[in-house]
């Protein structure tokens, strides 16, 4: 009987540490555009009036400031001040404004190979 609860007590043990094992793994190897999108969230809440009132929403690839802006003009790409060999996502939130009120936000993330940039601020 002392050896049946012996070995059900290893494998349980076994069992917990392989999860264990695999969460952390997960935890530590995001992908490119997660890590990505962390680093913006971090750079967007720190400077929001409301940090606590974050709420994501979606972030997906910006085609209107990568791809078209890409195929356009190099004069096209200094006015605007884009780069033609970044990328650029497209960050909705949701969050408080200075009022107290919730309100729908976008910033555009600018990155080079799935590396955060900077933030712009569309207006």
Request: charged share 30%.
């Amino acid at each position: 009987m002392k050896k049946i609860k012996i070995i059900l007590i290893v494998i349980f043990s076994l069992v917990v540490i392989n999860y264990l094992g695999v969460y952390l793994i997960h935890l530590f190897n995001k992908e490119p555009q997660e890590k990505l999108l962390s680093d913006a969230e971090e750079a967007l809440i720190s400077s929001m009036n409301d940090p606590d009132s974050y709420e994501f929403i979606s972030f997906d690839k910006d085609y209107i400031y990568s791809d078209s802006l890409r195929k356009s003009d190099e004069k096209n790409f200094k006015e605007e001040k884009m780069d033609p060999n970044n990328d650029y996502y497209l960050l909705t939130f949701r969050g408080n404004n200075k009022m107290g009120a919730k309100i729908i936000d976008k910033v555009i993330v600018k990155s080079t190979d799935e590396y955060f940039l900077e933030l712009i601020d569309i207006d």
